[in-house]
């Protein structure tokens, strides 16, 4: 049975970020890493090297300066060699990239949350995105000599959800307009 690294917690202040770390996080990024913060919780410890130097989560780093934190849960990983601590910093990264959906699973979930009011959002995917998982519409082949146009209304009580229904119509090159039901009535 391998022995598992020790949690501690470290002042925020008393971090040190890995001057090489070859990973970026953009301001978007580090806002959105800091809402799933707020949201849920600091589930994902920082690993440090023995010296509180950061070996894994810069991003998180910066999300938790960016709330205020003053102390984070880390892991000890001293007993990684230097290079294996300069692999690590970069496998973290990758190899969760290397990772795949299962579309189908993901609409399903990403549904069960929208009915719940949930917002999408802090999810990590982009609305478009989030719009994108959510359709199962099969695009209709275009036919040149159907001319007819057709007038349809679809009702949404949430504005991320008509935004997402907007997207992929037109995506799909329809054009696409919003009328609230109020503007409608007159």
Not at 108 to 135: H, N, P, Q, Y
Not at 152 to 168: G, H, K, R, Y
Not at 172 to 181: C, F, N, P, Q, T
Request: glycine letters at 6%; aromatic letters at 6%.
């Amino acid at each position: 049975m391998p022995d598992f690294p020790q949690y501690k917690t470290v002042q925020i202040d008393e971090l040190i970020p890995y001057a090489r770390n070859s990973r970026t996080h953009s301001d978007e990024q580090v806002a959105q890493i800091a809402a799933s913060i707020k949201e849920f919780g600091f589930l994902n410890p920082i690993i440090v090297d023995g010296d509180n130097g950061i070996i894994a989560g810069h991003g998180r780093v910066l999300a938790a300066q960016r709330l205020g934190l003053t102390e984070l849960p880390c892991i000890e990983a001293s007993h990684l060699t230097d290079a294996q601590r300069k692999a690590y910093v970069i496998a973290d990264n990758k190899l969760a990239l290397n990772a795949g959906w299962d579309d189908e699973l993901l609409r399903v979930e990403l549904d069960e949350l929208g009915e719940l009011g949930f917002d999408l959002e802090l999810t990590g995917f982009s609305l478009d995105e989030i719009a994108d998982a959510r359709m199962d519409i099969e695009p209709i082949e275009e036919v040149d000599h159907f001319n007819e146009t057709f007038n349809f209304s679809i009702t949404c009580d949430d504005p991320a959800e008509l935004a997402m229904v907007q997207a992929a119509l037109g995506a799909s090159g329809k054009k696409v307009e919003a009328k609230r039901l109020l503007e409608l009535l007159g």
